[in-house]
């Protein structure tokens, strides 16, 4: 099921599809590796949901919530801790 990135649950992972925006805000994506087939796994949410930390390509990454929207991902699986 497709979603944004900033609408995973805590503890669940997604492929991502695609990265939206333009300009600046897409490279600055790519540049910290949310490129096309990365999977990313949501840690944390901040408790008004911004700012979130995701772990991509084996490192933590915390994202703004505006950020997150400009990329779609395929949801995975959520993991139980």
Known sequence: MEKRLSELAVGETG????VAG????????FDMGI??????F????????DPMEI?????ELTL???EAEC???NALS????
């Open 15 to 18: 492929s991502v599809v695609k």
């Open 22 to 29: 333009e300009g600046r805000i897409r490279r600055r994506l």
């Open 35 to 40: 490129t096309p087939g990365a999977e990313v």
């Open 42 to 49: 949501m840690r944390k949410l901040a408790p008004l949901g």
């Open 55 to 59: 772990t991509v390509r084996g490192y």
């Open 64 to 66: 703004r919530k505006s």
């Open 71 to 73: 990329v779609v991902v």
């Open 78 to 81: 959520a993991q139980t801790q």
